[in-house]
């Protein structure tokens, strides 16, 4: 039976993001089968792969590596219990092979000698052409075939990874995401931006219950919570107590904007980031134990010092605790508190999240992205999102400057660069907003397989949506954030 690999395995080993297979299954150049593909179909697509560079993925990774600039990125090894059952599990998977081999040994000796009664039962003309077919079965077998040099450097590649990271499934959505390193489910979900429901992630709440379908996971951490017997038996594991120790299939709830908790957390000030005289990155880092529970796009209130204000946060939640907002120099007493003074490690409090201009994850269309001034901040974490998740196939940023210029540029041209399914038009309001909306839709003729998302003044986003409707967008391809 031939082997076949998860598309999320196959962007990995060929060095490729996985939005661009995705592609090229739908345009009929790569054949997958349930999401998968099989390893002569791979040889055949990548015929000139090296299976120990890793290419474009490192080069995407890098950029994302840059791009949410504060995330800490761990790749250490796996807890020594699951690496040492990935190992055992190696091992077996070995001697099977090894087995089976000894077993097409005997029975290519086997066949040989039925050969040479063949041979000996059919007389001279029998003989020689016994004799011939011997040779070339000898010759084949001792020439490896090009192609089988390949395939065992893909196998060799494949397997070395699955010691590291393994992949997990999650159903009814179809994510599919990485564990690597010491990460529980729960954490590497997070990581990879997908919003699987939990709540305390200590194994008190039993938010996170998941029901494992496929594959072999290990409890790494005590929880308090008590599974019943009967719901263990049905595969029920709690996720932020657990690691995969294979790849493995889980029933798992996704998190939506109505499902996140109000919350009150104490964080500290990494820095205030000067981007402009107008403008500031507030960087903020939640406590080890308490990270926030939103989705990209959404916004939350800031207290310090005895005022607030309300604001977006512009990074990915795929950041672990790392918290980016941009806070517009003006009178607001919040603002005033930031450009006046706050320092590191000042305590800031952060409530909510609120708000619902989230991505839809259940979405594999091409997305537009439209800012409008510091509306960049829910978009970049919106962008960030995508771009963790992999999911659209096209997606375009533009972002109008009125008031502030393009106060990130640089990041936006650096997603364009790494990425081929990104472009990235930055947009200065000329004649006016109907004007700058015109010019977005201009590009986009047919918007009835699009998802637009778009952070902006009212006046412009009605233009916008109007204009949008009138190519097609479909209501639900539609999400907005008016900002004042
Ligand atoms: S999140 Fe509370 S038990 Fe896992």
Redesign the pocket.
Known sequence: MSHTFSLSRVARLVGVPRSTLQRMVKEGRLTAQNGEVEMEELLRVFPDVKWEDDGEYARVEEIKKKAFAKRIFERALPDKEVLADRLFDLTHEYATAKGLLAHYEQLFEWVMHKLDDVAEAGGAPAAQAVADCKLWLRQQLAAAPREAERARGLLAEERAMRIVSVQVKVLPSGHEFFVEGSDTI?EAALRAGIPLN????????????ARLVAGEVKKVHP?D?VLKEADKAQGAF????YTAVSDIVIEAAVAGAQDIPHQVIATRVKAVELLDERLAALHLTTPRSQRLRFLAGQRVRLKADGVEGEYYLASCPCEDRHLELHVRRDNRPFARRVFDGLRKEDPVTVEGPEGSLVINLDSRRPVIFVAWDDGFAPIKSLVQHAMSLELAEHMHLYWVAADLGHYQDNLCRSWADALDNFTYVPLWVDGGAPEVAARILDDHPDLSHTDLYAAGPAQFLQHLRDGAMARGLSPRGWHAEVLA
């Open positions: 729960l939990y709540g305390c992630s200590n194994g008190n709440c039993g938010e996170c219950r929880h919570y709690l996720m932020c107590s």
